[in-house]
């Protein structure tokens, strides 16, 4: 017997009302607004007190819910991908909590007590994993049943850092089922890479120790990183997981660029994406050879430099990790490639084989800073519901989606669209999760990121979950402190 297609049914989207416009924050920070946004994008969305990991992935859920009439006592799976996590003990079951709290508001039923509520961390690419957990249960001992996966974070940066502009905060659930109705992913085929990378982009409980914890129990959750040399990760695992998937592929690797009608990845700012993507595809051109590396050729001269060269930087293996543990940030792994890239973006090709890969949703994921865990679904997400609006037919064309985690590790999943798409992408509401956003003037960003609400806000309409208190005693028989209590306002 043939293994069930397995995979998307559904995505649903949440992000806090709070906008902060780039232009704006140009114009308050001193910095070039054509740069950012042509490398950044428009906008980014940031937390409110109201707001924590938790209530966002949970209001996703309920949308989730809703939008895709679910019968909670058939979801036996129920994860959650974060970074963000403010639980060292637990996650997912916070999240179940509150589902289940709204659902009995409405005199629905609860999701079933058999539902499995595991949490995945591995920096962005944990939603990546949730769902990867999510097939690989519903095709062993969830038969009959659905899974819901949400990766929901929030990305905050120390104002001044080449981090501050790629900012976000948001939450996208998504139904994961056999048959599925929107996306088939195909785990078989898929392509993995993972290493150590050592000072890429890290949490350490040590950054956070001493904090005084502002309103709500709010500490600021800024990360240790190394931008160049993130950067760099990200480049070499990419491709690594690229070339993984390939190897399984088999044939020409550089057809598989052309074939795909979207390439979907994690997106920690606008451009990084595209240098991933056209570095994968001259790495294909150098792996296939004959006409593959007549091509490639003709962006080295233009690039000043040999074939040659550049297929020997394309076969080394930038030691990343081992220069970093002596405290030697490699910022670039291929500087020859680099190079060729610049020719290269100079062609026709590059924008058959990376702006229009590329294209699909791109325009409103403008408006999302970073997300982390949820930048890639909420780019499937946009790319999606853009499609269904436009009438883009993409039944039964292929995609990748590939993700990534720093520290490192990378996902590359083909992809294939299923039959009838059309109807669960009208679902998603994409465009309306966006539409109740409201902009806050420079004094109300500052307070909204240093965690200081005595600065009034702007009014919005937020409904869902909010974090009501947070715990502070810590006595016999009722210990709470750091713990968070939650609100249902309705809605979501």
């Not at 499995?116 to 049943?145: H, N, S, T, W």
């Not at 990200?234 to 997981?241: F, Q, R, S």
Request: hydrophobic share 45%.
């Amino acid at each position: 017997m043939n293994a069930p297609e397995l995979g998307l049914s559904g995505l649903a989207v949440y992000v806090p009302p709070y906008r902060v416009d780039l232009q704006r924050w140009c114009r308050w920070s001193g910095q070039d607004w054509d740069k950012t946004r042509a490398v950044v994008g428009h906008a980014f969305r940031v937390r409110g007190p109201q707001h924590s990991v938790y209530t966002m992935a949970a209001n996703a859920v309920l949308r989730l819910i809703d939008r895709y009439e679910i019968d909670p006592q058939h979801v036996g799976y129920l994860a959650l991908g974060t970074e963000s996590s403010t639980d060292n003990a637990t996650g997912a079951v916070i999240v179940r909590g509150l589902v289940d709290r709204a659902l009995r508001a409405a005199g629905r039923v609860p999701l079933a007590r058999d539902c499995e509520v595991p949490e995945f961390k591995q920096a962005c690419l944990a939603g990546v994993y949730g769902i990867k957990g999510a097939m690989r249960y519903l095709a062993l001992d969830g038969a009959g049943r659905q899974a819901i996966v949400v990766a929901s974070d929030v990305a905050e940066y120390a104002r001044g850092s080449t981090g501050e502009p790629t900012q976000g905060a948001g939450a996208v659930a998504m139904l994961v089922e056999r048959e599925p109705q929107l996306l088939a992913l195909d785990l078989a085929a898929a392509g993995n890479a993972s290493d150590y990378r050592v000072l890429d982009f890290r949490k350490p409980f040590a950054r956070y120790c001493g904090q005084q914890p502002a309103a709500l129990g709010r500490v600021l959750d800024f990360p240790v990183f190394n931008g160049k040399y993130s950067t760099a990760c990200y480049l070499e695992a990419t491709l690594a997981a690229l070339a993984a998937l390939l190897d399984k592929r088999g044939g020409a690797r550089a057809s598989f660029f052309h074939e795909v009608v979207a390439a979907v990845m994690h997106r920690p700012y606008h451009r990084m994406p595209h240098q991933g993507w056209a570095m994968a595809y001259l790495f294909a051109l150098g792996a296939d050879g004959g006409g593959a590396h007549a091509e490639l050729s003709g962006y080295c001269v233009a690039a000043g430099m040999t074939l040659n060269e550049v297929l020997t930087e394309m076969r080394a293996t930038p030691a990343l990790g081992a220069h970093a543990e002596r405290g030697d940030l490699i910022a670039e792994p291929y500087p020859r490639c680099v190079q060729v890239l610049k020719a290269f973006r100079k062609t026709p090709i590059h924008h058959d084989v990376v702006e229009t890969k590329l294209s699909l949703g791109a325009e409103p994921m403008m408006e999302m800073g970073n997300l982390y865990t949820a930048a890639l679904p909420a780019w499937l997400a946009a790319g999606l519901e853009e499609a269904a609006i436009n009438g883009n037919d993409l039944t039964g064309r292929p995609l990748v989606l590939i993700g990534y985690g720093s520290g490192d590790a990378s996902d590359a999943i083909p992809a294939r669209v299923a039959d009838g798409w059309q109807r669960a992408a009208a679902r998603i509401g994409f465009a309306a999760a966006l539409a109740g956003g409201v902009d806050v003037d420079q004094a109300q960003y500052e307070a909204l990121h240093a965690a200081d609400y005595r600065v009034p806000l702007p009014a919005v309409t937020d409904n869902g979950f909010i974090v009501e208190r947070v715990g502070a005693g810590d006595r016999r028989g009722c210990e709470d402190f750091g713990i968070e209590f939650y609100r249902y306002a309705g809605g979501a």
